[in-house]
């Protein structure tokens, strides 16, 4: 089968290449799946270019561990293994699994979920990771209740936009943070209230929100602060654009500070399953992918 690998951490023009390699094989409890569309997200280039560091615990010290990049992945299962029970040869599949862009990949039952009827392969291949990230951030990091006022910095990107969305399905009142050329697609996604950071700092327009989640981090920690509520909660998910010490200052201080503020501070891990990806399956006809 055709296959992008790359054999070295470094810039993807430079490491990446696309050669012919065997097929996986699936095992027991493995699903085999022909991939139609592969969804990529900042996360991907972070695990190209093996930076910031950390992300190296996951992917392989010195060079990547898995050969073939990516993780999000829509197609059709064309094998299963004998203890499977919840997929057949045929199905239209969605998920989260190591090595998707590729012709083929295996992926554990829990990796996977039945692809929304009403979404496209490419549509659906766009959701898991960051709609994921967005729907444990919310749900289960700030708890989000309807009334709460809530604002998404970042929120024309591949979470954001999912968050934008999930927040509002809760009930929400919801501001977006996105730049000029993106405004109008931020309220398309039923934003109540858009800030365009060209023109405006939230950090400095003296309203409070009662979450605020933050994927981009370009702010100091004492401004996002400044703008949340005294008893609010930040979400941070990103942190990329620091590196070396700074970056570990950046990634720790919130944590470290949490606990002596009535503000919570929190960072939070994402870990993609079944069950969350059928929340996403059941809500997909409200939700709107946008593919980049």
Same mark, same amino acid.
């Given at each position: 089968?055709?296959?992008?690998?790359?054999?070295?951490? %470094?810039?993807?023009?430079?490491?990446?290449?696309?050669?012919?390699?065997?097929?996986?094989?699936?095992?027991?409890?493995?699903?085999?799946?022909?991939?139609?569309? @592969? %969804?990529?997200?900042?996360? $991907?280039?972070?695990?190209?270019?093996?930076?910031?560091?950390?992300?190296?615990?996951?992917?392989?010290?010195?060079?990547?561990?898995?050969?073939?990049?990516?993780?999000?992945?829509?197609?059709?299962?064309?094998?299963? %293994?004998?203890?499977?029970?919840?997929?057949?040869?045929?199905?239209?599949?969605?998920?989260?699994?190591?090595?998707?862009?590729?012709?083929?990949?295996?992926?554990?039952?829990?990796?996977?979920?039945?692809?929304?009827?009403?979404? *496209?392969?490419?549509?659906?291949?766009?959701?898991?990771?960051? @709609?994921?990230?967005?729907?444990?951030?919310?749900?289960?990091?700030?708890?989000?209740?309807?009334?709460?006022?809530?604002?998404?910095?970042?929120?024309?990107?591949?979470?954001? *936009?999912?968050?934008?969305?999930?927040?509002?399905?809760?009930?929400?009142?919801? *501001?977006?943070?996105?730049?000029?050329?993106?405004?109008?697609?931020?309220?398309?996604? %039923? @934003?109540?209230?858009? +800030?365009?950071?060209?023109?405006?700092?939230?950090?400095?327009?003296?309203?409070?929100?009662?979450?605020?989640?933050?994927?981009?981090?370009?702010?100091?920690?004492?401004?996002?602060?400044?703008?949340?509520?005294?008893?609010? *909660?930040?979400?941070?998910?990103?942190?990329?654009?620091?590196?070396?010490?700074?970056?570990?200052?950046?990634?720790?201080?919130?944590?470290?500070?949490?606990?002596?503020?009535?503000?919570?501070?929190?960072?939070?891990?994402?870990?993609?399953?079944?069950? $969350?990806?059928?929340?996403?399956?059941?809500?997909?006809?409200?939700?709107?992918?946008? +593919?980049?």
């Amino acid at each position: 089968m055709k296959a992008i690998i790359q054999d070295e951490y %470094g810039a993807p023009d430079e490491v990446l290449e696309l050669r012919e390699i065997d097929a996986p094989v699936v095992n027991d409890d493995q699903v085999l799946v022909r991939v139609h569309a @592969a %969804g990529l997200h900042a996360g $991907d280039c972070f695990t190209v270019r093996g930076a910031p560091f950390p992300v190296r615990m996951v992917t392989g010290l010195l060079k990547p561990k898995y050969g073939v990049p990516g993780y999000d992945v829509a197609g059709r299962v064309e094998e299963v %293994g004998c203890n499977v029970k919840r997929f057949q040869p045929g199905d239209e599949v969605f998920g989260a699994c190591t090595g998707t862009c590729a012709e083929y990949v295996c992926a554990t039952e829990d990796e996977l979920a039945h692809k929304p009827a009403k979404l *496209t392969l490419e549509e659906a291949a766009v959701i898991p990771t960051s @709609a994921l990230a967005a729907l444990h951030a919310l749900r289960d990091v700030g708890k989000v209740w309807s009334g709460q006022k809530v604002l998404i910095n970042g929120a024309s990107g591949g979470v954001g *936009t999912f968050a934008v969305q999930i927040a509002r399905s809760f009930g929400a009142e919801v *501001t977006g943070v996105c730049s000029t050329r993106n405004v109008d697609s931020v309220y398309s996604i %039923g @934003a109540d209230h858009v +800030i365009d950071y060209t023109r405006d700092d939230f950090t400095q327009a003296g309203q409070h929100y009662d979450l605020i989640f933050d994927n981009v981090e370009n702010r100091a920690l004492t401004d996002c602060r400044r703008a949340l509520a005294p008893d609010g *909660t930040l979400i941070l998910n990103s942190g990329s654009g620091a590196q070396g010490f700074r970056f570990l200052v950046r990634l720790l201080k919130p944590l470290v500070l949490s606990p002596f503020l009535r503000q919570n501070l929190r960072r939070y891990i994402s870990v993609p399953n079944h069950a $969350d990806l059928v929340v996403l399956k059941e809500v997909s006809g409200t939700l709107i992918p946008r +593919i980049f």
